[in-house]
Structures are given as structure tokens and as C-alpha cells.
């Protein structure tokens, strides 16, 4: 019979698992559809190439940002002790994403948004489980 320990640690890895692979998926869609129409869309209302560039640079750290949170989520998911010393940076893109996807709902009203604050959602109840 598992320990209620050994559940939650589980429990905590599935969840965590499973919001990186969701934030991972996003960064992906953000470099591979999102940046690249966007700076379509500016090159067809002509907007000055420096400003597009500048635009896109902003846009492509922020998917590598993106990405980096997905690949510290998954690092943690992947352990199976030590997980409680990522605790805080863990919170932190929990903080992060629920934020963001809350703001930018009320923001934009597009139900889209909420996907952050799901996978946020997610990296917190990970990092609120105890082990046992």
C-alpha cells in the first residue's frame, strides 16, 4: 500500500508534469504562430523595420522566457526528491502565470488567457502539497 507521502509526491509530480508540458506547448505556438503573424501584420501596415525588430526581439525573449519557466517546471517534475528545495521558484511561476493570465483577461476578454492562469493554477497546487 503507497504512503500518503509517496501520493502526493505523486500527485505533485503529475501536476507539475503536466503544466510544463501545457507552458512548453505555448512557448512553442508563441515562436511558431503567434510572433511570426504579428510581424506580418506590422511589415503589411508598414511600420519602420527598426521598431519591427525591436518588437520581435522583445517577443522572442519573452518566448524564451517562456520556455525556460516550462523547462524548470518539468526539471522539477522529473525529480523524485528535492523537489521541495525548487519550492520557491516554482511559486514564483505559479505567481507569474496566474497573474499574467488574470490581467490579461480582464485585459483582452479573451477566454484564451485563462490557459495561463490554468497552468499557473496547476504549479501552485503542486507546490502547496505537503509531503505527508
Not at 73 to 83: E, K
Not at 89 to 109: D, E, H, K, N
Amino acid at each position: 500500500m503507497m504512503k500518503t507521502s509517496s501520493i502526493g509526491a505523486g500527485l505533485r509530480r503529475a501536476l507539475l508534469g503536466l503544466a510544463g508540458l501545457l507552458m512548453a506547448f505555448a512557448a512553442f505556438v508563441n515562436a511558431t504562430e503567434v510572433v511570426p503573424h504579428l510581424r506580418g501584420d506590422l511589415l503589411e501596415i508598414h511600420v519602420r523595420p527598426t521598431l519591427v525588430s525591436a518588437i520581435l526581439l522583445a517577443l522572442y525573449f519573452g518566448t524564451f522566457a517562456m520556455a525556460g519557466f516550462a523547462l524548470l517546471v518539468l526539471a522539477a517534475a522529473a525529480q523524485r526528491q528535492g523537489a521541495a528545495a525548487l519550492r520557491v521558484p516554482l511559486l514564483v511561476v505559479a505567481v507569474t502565470y496566474t497573474a499574467f493570465g488574470i490581467f490579461a483577461f480582464l485585459w483582452s476578454g479573451s477566454h484564451h488567457t485563462l490557459g495561463y492562469v490554468l497552468m499557473g493554477v496547476l504549479v501552485g497546487i503542486a507546490c502547496l502539497l505537503r509531503d505527508g
